[in-house]
């Protein structure tokens, strides 16, 4: 069983950044692919990033691509989400996600375990 527990959202400006960080229980985190998610209101949750287990691979929703990186700290079973140039439409509940394996998969069902969610509110 895993926990992940996030933090660092928060109410920003538009073009200001945020670290989102989720932090795993267990032994093992290096064998698990992370993921992030965000899930507006009114919509349905959608893939944001992911990163290998080894953090040798990673993945982009496009409409991050240049503005978020994922990276993680195995040693601290810590996976991170820098945000930057943030607009309104980044507003969102955002969850990390974690499944043992190799891979980072960009959809979110092969995902065993969930956050619980931090709010990202970006004003305009």
């Known amino acids: 069983q895993v926990q992940l527990v996030e933090s660092g959202g928060g109410l920003v400006q538009a073009g200001g950044s945020l670290r989102l960080s989720c932090a795993a229980s267990?032994?093992?985190?290096?064998?698990?692919?992370m993921g992030w998610f965000r899930q507006a209101p009114g919509k349905e949750r959608e893939f944001v990033a992911a990163?290998?287990?080894?953090?040798?691979?990673?993945d982009y929703a496009d409409s991050v691509k240049g503005r978020f990186t994922v990276f993680r700290d195995n040693a601290k079973n810590t996976a991170y989400l820098q945000m930057r140039g943030l607009n309104p439409e980044d507003t969102a509940v955002y969850y990390c996600?974690?499944?043992?394996?190799?891979?980072?998969?960009?959809?979110?069902?092969?995902?065993?375990?969930w956050g619980q969610g931090t709010q990202v509110t970006v004003s305009s």
């Open positions: 990163i290998s287990g080894g953090a040798a691979n990673t």
């Open positions: 267990g032994r093992t985190f290096g064998n698990y692919a």
């Open positions: 996600a974690a499944r043992k394996g190799p891979s980072a998969p960009v959809t979110s069902s092969p995902y065993d375990y």
